[in-house]
């Protein structure tokens, strides 16, 4: 899609189709006369994501007018402009639509509002069919522009951060949409090098002797079950005068398939872990848009890939492995095989100089059964860093929710056999995870979050297609720019 910031005269625009933002509850003195009919007649009430298209609207050369609902507008944050740009983007593309303009003028128009309106273009016209091979064109919006009164500096900066974390979450959902046979360990570390070619980050892949060398047995535990070797991808980005207290690393959960392991997963379903690689993808596209956007600190990404399969050489329940930390495991359930490659990749973020840890991993489904699949659960060992990534992600309109990690926790991972065990009790599933993840932590301060419930839409959404939802590379890239 070809996006862009502009100026044009909006009753003179030629366009398929223009957008024009109508808010909840006042009625514009200034509205047009065939649109103030429909508003007093109730088929246009300005209701958030509520969308009306309208053909030969006299006074406008567009050839269609969008009125996109805007909701009430003391509600109206760059959350909700995201989603009324994606959804007027799904909304016209399935009209057939190609070209858009957007107009975004009086209160809604500010910085974070422009960038949330180009983010959310680009998010919207994402679609995971990238393997059909039907006959049938498919459907895309090819040109936005986005439409504002000034163009100033802040707005042109603003609206190129938007596109460019759009473009990354894009990048992103493209690799957690592959397929597991496709995006195999290796893979995932091709897409990755590709992206890096030319963007001025550095980029090493670890491989299993090297992984050997280093002693990460939890992550070789896990993928020696597997004919597909592991990967540990590593991309950093080291800006000149960078700040040296801090170094943000920046860990994300590749499991290109889970199966379970030994541990084997039931069958109904077990198509969807597939996905369980989305906290890799959101590290990889992250990492595309630091490297554009530039922040002042240094940042360091870094993705364990394995694939978790019950082969005859897969590990067993009841396997001691000893991490890179020198921390002994014992390996109760091999579908808890997250946190087993998260911990040898945290001890390497440590090893690598990383001041500060955020991870982000499909890690449980019982984060879902806790929160279901609006908020991502947040764990924190640090309550500076707890707000910064909080408020990073209330500008992503990325939903958290603070979950508690506290020491008794860790009595449930108690075993007399090795230093820790790799699975808790019954209950706070997602809770005892996270426990066992902020044992390899040390005193560095560490957010994990777990995204099981929210990096993957079963059902699409008007704002977003089905599949991966790029979630919380958004909050990465906020995390790192403002710092
Ligand atoms: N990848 C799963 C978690 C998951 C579940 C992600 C549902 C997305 C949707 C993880 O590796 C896993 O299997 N966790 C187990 C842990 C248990 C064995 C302690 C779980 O959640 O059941
Ligand atoms: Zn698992
Ligand atoms: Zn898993």
Request: hydrophobic share 45%; aromatic share 6%; proline share 5%.
């Given at each position: 899609?070809d ?5 044009p ?8 189709a223009l957008?024009?933002?109508e ?5 514009r ?8 009919a ?27 007018v969008?009125?996109a ?7 109206l944050d760059?959350?909700a ?14 009209k057939g639509v190609?070209?858009?303009v ?6 809604a128009?500010?910085?974070a509002a422009?960038a949330a309106?180009a983010?959310?273009a680009l998010?919207?016209n ?8 039907g ?7 090819e ?7 000034e ?6 900066s ?12 894009n ?14 360990p290796?893979?995932?570390?091709d ?5 890096t070619?030319?963007?001025g980050l550095?980029?090493e892949?670890?491989?299993r002797?090297?992984m ?7 992550l ?11 990967a540990?991808?590593v991309?950093q ?14 860990v ?6 889970d ?7 039931p069958?109904?379903g077990m ?14 596209g992250a ?17 364990p890939a ?15 492995v ?6 002994t495991?014992?390996?109760?359930n091999t579908d ?5 490659i ?14 500060h ?15 279901g ?10 309550d500076?860093?707890?707000?910064k990534?909080?408020?990073a992600?209330?500008d992503?309109?990325e939903?958290?929710?603070?979950m ?11 075993t ?6 790799n699975i808790?009790g019954r ?20 957010v ?5 419930g ?6 699409e959404?008007?704002?977003l297609a ?18």
């Amino acid at each position: 899609m070809d996006l862009r910031l502009g100026r044009p005269d909006l009753a003179g625009v030629e366009t398929d189709a223009l957008v024009l933002l109508e808010s909840e509850g006042s009625r514009r003195p200034e509205l047009d006369k065939t649109l103030a009919a429909y508003y007093d007649s109730g088929e246009i009430s300005g209701k958030l994501l509520e969308f009306t298209l309208l053909h030969g609207m006299a006074g406008y050369k567009a050839r269609r007018v969008l009125v996109a609902g805007s909701g009430k507008p003391e509600k109206l944050d760059s959350a909700a402009l995201r989603r009324i740009a994606s959804g007027a983007v799904r909304f016209l593309k399935s009209k057939g639509v190609k070209s858009v303009v957007f107009a975004l003028d009086g209160a809604a128009a500010n910085t974070a509002a422009v960038a949330a309106v180009a983010t959310g273009a680009l998010a919207g016209n994402w679609e995971p069919d990238r393997l059909k091979t039907g006959k049938e064109p498919k459907k895309t919006i090819e040109s936005f522009e986005l439409a504002v009164r000034e163009v100033s500096a802040d707005v042109k900066s603003a609206f190129e951060r938007g596109k460019v974390i759009g473009e990354a979450l894009n990048l992103s959902r493209d690799i957690s949409v592959e397929p597991p046979n496709l995006l195999t360990p290796v893979a995932m570390a091709d897409r990755a090098r590709e992206m890096t070619k030319g963007s001025g980050l550095s980029f090493e892949v670890l491989d299993r002797d090297r992984m050997k060398q280093l002693g990460m047995g939890a992550l070789l535990g896990v993928a020696q079950g597997s004919a597909e070797p592991p990967a540990l991808i590593v991309m950093q980005y080291k800006p000149e005068g960078a700040a040296p207290a801090v170094h943000l690393g920046l860990v994300g959960k590749g499991v290109t398939f889970d199966t379970g392991g030994i541990s084997i997963k039931p069958a109904e379903g077990m198509e969807k872990m597939k996905y369980d690689m989305a906290g890799g993808a959101a590290v990889i596209g992250a990492m595309q848009a630091i490297a554009k956007l530039k922040p002042k600190i240094a940042v360091t990404g870094i993705v364990p890939a394995v694939e978790n399969m019950p082969g005859s050489k897969a590990q067993r329940p009841g396997d001691i492995v000893t991490s890179l930390s020198g921390k002994t495991i014992e390996v109760l359930n091999t579908d808890a095989e997250g946190r087993l490659i998260l911990i040898d990749a945290i001890t390497y973020a440590l090893q690598l100089g990383c001041t500060h840890l955020v991870d982000a991993a499909t890690l449980t489904g019982a984060i879902a059964v806790a929160l279901g699949f609006t908020s991502s659960g947040v764990f924190a060992s640090d309550d500076t860093l707890l707000a910064k990534w909080m408020s990073a992600a209330k500008d992503a309109g990325e939903k958290m929710w603070h979950m508690p990690v506290d020491d008794e926790y860790r009595e449930q991972l108690k075993t007399v056999y090795a230093d820790i065990q790799n699975i808790g009790g019954r209950w706070g599933g997602a809770c005892s995870a996270a426990a066992f993840l902020k044992e390899f932590t040390g005193e560095t301060p560490w957010v994990h979050v777990d995204v099981a419930g929210t990096a993957w839409l079963d059902d699409e959404k008007p704002f977003l297609a089905k599949g991966p939802t790029g979630i919380p590379l958004g909050s990465f890239v906020n995390l790192a720019m403002d710092w």
